[in-house]
């Protein structure tokens, strides 16, 4: 395992459409986050799970997102009836401990 | 709330040089970790180094180093002999144990001249 994978790496979608995003977390970890980062700016906290129980939830999480973590592995985050405002990198981490959260490479998602 | 502020929008140096990134956060909690993570272009981010609040010594990794100033609510990072790969955006980030949420500062843009 050579860290934390997310998939697809971009998504070109169109207003309205739903998109799904995957990430798979390195594998003992039972902290698994997502994050939002757009052009310029750090990343912003969305939500948190530990093993399969979602414990946080942002404020920016509107009822358009969904996250799921089934059986703790890895995780989805899906968007419904995106708009463009939705535009953005989505990152995902894991961690074992509360010293360090690894990230992935993101996903890219462009909404037209 | 937790916030983060990094007063430096973007800096620059020459190789084999210092260069110091400042990093000021708000927070009423005693128990907490900060942390620098760097994002070179088009590529994932990763840890440079983390400071426990209840620890007084100044965590150092290799050339990395920070001055921490609790009281302050400072975290600034040193970056010491400068190398082309250290361009980057750099984050500055705050975390409390619960909830496990990590707040980032919004960047500074270093590159690194030949």
């Known amino acids: 395992d050579t860290g934390v994978s997310q998939d697809p790496r971009h998504k070109i979608t169109k207003r309205g459409q739903n998109v799904t995003f995957r990430c798979d977390p390195i594998s003992e970890h039972n902290r698994l986050y997502w994050y939002r980062q757009t052009l310029g700016q750090g990343p912003e906290f969305l939500t948190y799970?530990?093993?399969?129980?979602?414990?946080?939830k942002s404020r920016l999480l509107s009822d358009r997102f969904s996250a799921e973590r089934p059986k703790g592995s890895f995780s989805t985050l899906e968007i419904q009836r995106t708009e463009q405002g939705d535009s953005a990198m989505y990152l995902c981490a894991s961690s074992l401990s509360y010293n360090e959260q690894f990230f992935g490479p993101g996903t890219r998602l462009t909404v037209l | 709330a937790q916030t983060v502020t990094q007063s430096q929008p973007e800096m620059s140096v020459q190789e084999a040089e210092t260069v110091t990134l400042s990093c000021t956060y708000d927070?009423?909690?005693?128990?907490?970790?900060l942390f620098w993570y760097k994002q070179p272009p088009s590529r994932q981010m990763i840890l440079v180094i983390r400071?426990?609040?209840?620890?007084?010594q100044n965590a150092t990794e290799n050339r990395f180093s920070v001055n921490f100033q609790k009281a302050a609510k400072s975290f600034s990072l040193k970056i010491s002999d400068s190398q082309l790969g250290d361009t980057a955006m750099y984050f500055c980030?705050?975390?409390?144990?619960?909830?496990?949420?990590?707040?980032f500062g919004a960047g500074t843009r270093l590159t690194v001249k030949p």
């Open positions: 927070t009423s909690e005693s128990n907490y970790y």
């Open positions: 400071q426990e609040a209840y620890k007084q």
């Open positions: 980030a705050f975390m409390k144990p619960t909830p496990n949420d990590m707040r």
């Open positions: 799970f530990q093993n399969e129980a979602q414990l946080e």
